[in-house]
């Protein structure tokens, strides 16, 4: 993809409106487009440098909405918190996946949005547990193997939704980009 002032355009307003969705008050939590980005940019992008920028971007101007959300008493989620450049780094590090994945091939994108939405479930889950994080009772998980396993246990409705949002928004993206792709080859063939 050429980063021409259409294509950055066009990134831009999806990086935000990917920002703006995460913000949303009444989506399900999990259920959020970042994933599907990184893995989408992963995939399309030539220059991989500018991969790993759109996911991590968009997650850190929703973390700004957050934060200006919660400072004037408009949401209980804080945008900015102990442990969140781990958040950053897992995301970025699902761009790998999408290098991995054949943009023109519907099965390689399934695949690769159930792979992205399993990595980020068991790092992050994972990274919770071992992190000290709190259960639902407001304890912290035993540093044991039970312990380990009810921090997954805990996390599952959440691993629903963002299997269910990776494999939606990555229908989108990657459709949007076949579809724009068609059109313009289309434009290409009809001037020449």
């Not at 400072?71 to 958040?87: P, V």
């Not at 897992?90 to 792979?115: C, E, H, M, P």
């Not at 939606?168 to 434009?187: A, H, M, P, Q």
Request: net charge positive; aromatic share 18%; proline share 3%.
């Amino acid at each position: 993809m050429k980063l021409n002032k259409s294509n950055l355009l066009v990134l831009f307003i999806l990086i935000l409106a990917c920002a703006l969705y995460r913000v949303w008050d009444s989506r399900p939590m999990g259920f959020a487009p970042q994933i599907a980005m990184a893995l989408f940019a992963g995939s399309i992008s030539r220059d991989k440098r500018f991969a790993f920028l759109f996911p991590v971007l968009s997650l850190f101007i929703s973390d700004l909405l957050y934060q200006f959300l919660y400072s004037q008493g408009l949401s209980t989620i804080k945008g900015f918190y102990h442990g969140q450049w781990e958040n950053y780094l897992l995301i970025a590090s699902i761009t790998v996946i999408g290098f991995f994945i054949n943009k023109n091939k519907i099965g390689q994108i399934f695949i690769g949005s159930l792979a992205g939405a399993v990595y980020f479930f068991l790092i992050s889950n994972f990274m919770v547990w071992i992190g000290g994080g709190w259960d639902i009772n407001n304890q912290p998980y035993p540093r044991s193997f039970s312990g380990l396993m009810l921090c997954y246990s805990e996390a599952l409705p959440f691993f629903k939704w963002s299997v269910l949002s990776t494999l939606l928004f990555n229908g989108i993206f990657f459709g949007s980009f076949y579809l724009l792709g068609k059109s313009v080859l289309k434009k290409e063939m009809q001037a020449a």
